[in-house]
């Protein structure tokens, strides 16, 4: 999920010819001053008639909060506070953003096992073919190849099947308000989120209510945090409107999109075969920087990689990238600058080799099937 959240699957139709002749229009930067929404037009969620005892209406910590979001996102203060004390605490979402208890050693076969299997691609090979020219148009628009966006929206929601049922706003307030307590406070971020939800939904004339996503506030096909939604989104059908959950155009040319944002290189490979150093100093230096590419390819074959050819001709920086196997050997592979853009997203290894292994099993599977 784009911005590096928590969400169960990342953890260890052509657009009109106006709108492809014409540049997508990205969504409104959260660092942009915009004019407040009419008082009309955003008290029109009202407030919360018997609150339930699990509801933020009376919570004094959620009136300050709503005060805050309001001043900060030049919202009117009377509706923020109303949609936030219809808010209510859930329980599950605390529970589901804990780490696992026990979870066990990391294992890239069996990671990539829930991601390269059959329902996913035939889905993937489905989603191909109805959004073809949709996916060649991202690729011509932004760089990033068809294959990695069909990937990423697969490993995401399974091109749109799973996409949460949690209401977007009781999620981002139980994880503002009563983040659980056993792991690292990240509170202050999905109250930035929190803020940026409410914002999108006024720019949009959306009702925060009705809002559904993951647990963690992820929302559409691609599974974006709102504040990506409002930095990186864009309106790819050319309809006026971005709509991650309804319009697959704009789920596919804002993934693209994200990824450009992020450092994606056109017609620069993700990644190359490596055999690391057989001494294990040389091997630990390599692996210090992780997924962050650090060494040219000339200074990685002196530590003792071995590289594949097309590797040694790389011009940019590698990163010796290593995915354990449980008990066997490790998975290494000589990520690129756009492997590192795809860890942008989810802050994985494991999910980034899930989402090139995914988008090449649906594109190669889709061109058998023409």
């Not at 915009?34 to 004094?60: C, I």
Request: aromatic share 8%; charged share 15%; proline share 7%.
């Amino acid at each position: 999920m784009a911005c590096g959240t928590p969400h169960a699957p990342a953890n260890p139709t052509p657009a009109p010819a106006a709108a492809a002749a014409s540049a997508p229009h990205s969504a409104i930067d959260s660092t942009e001053v915009q004019a407040v929404t009419p008082a009309a037009t955003l008290q029109s969620t009202p407030l919360a008639l018997n609150p339930t005892p699990d509801s933020y209406a009376h919570r004094s910590d959620a009136a300050t909060l709503a005060t805050l979001i309001s001043d900060r996102h030049q919202l009117d203060p009377q509706w923020t506070a109303s949609v936030l004390a219809q808010a209510r605490v859930l329980d599950s979402v605390r529970r589901l953003v804990m780490p696992a208890a026990n979870p066990g050693a990391k294992n890239w076969g069996a990671y990539r096992a829930r991601f390269i299997e059959p329902i996913r691609i035939r889905a993937g090979v489905a989603f191909w073919k109805a959004n073809e020219t949709t996916l060649q148009r991202a690729q011509s628009t932004y760089g990033v190849p068809m294959d990695i966006i069909a990937g990423v929206i697969g490993v995401e929601t399974i091109y749109g099947r799973y996409t949460g049922n949690t209401r977007v706003l009781d999620a981002l307030a139980t994880l503002s308000l009563d983040f659980p307590t056993g792991r690292s406070d990240r509170s202050p971020y999905f109250q930035d989120e929190l803020g940026q939800f409410l914002k999108l939904c006024a720019e949009q004339g959306e009702d925060p209510t009705q809002v559904l996503g993951s647990f963690a506030g992820a929302i559409g096909l691609p599974q974006f945090m709102p504040g990506s939604i409002r930095r990186y989104a864009v309106d790819f059908d050319g309809d006026g409107h971005i709509d991650l959950r309804g319009s697959t155009a704009d789920a596919i040319g804002s993934v693209a999109n994200f990824l450009a944002q992020h450092g994606w290189q056109r017609d620069l490979p993700t990644h190359y075969a490596v055999v690391p150093p057989g001494d294990e100093k040389a091997r630990t230096a390599l692996l210090q920087p992780d997924i962050v590419p650090s060494f040219t390819a000339a200074e990685m074959q002196q530590a003792g990689a071995q590289l594949s050819q097309v590797g040694q001709n790389h011009r940019g920086l590698l990163a010796l990238v290593m995915l354990h196997n449980a008990g066997a050997e490790p998975t290494y592979v000589a990520g690129t600058d756009n492997f590192y853009a795809i860890t942008r997203y989810n802050q994985s290894s494991y999910y980034a080799l899930a989402v090139i292994e995914l988008g090449q099993a649906v594109r190669a599977t889709a061109r058998v099937n023409k």
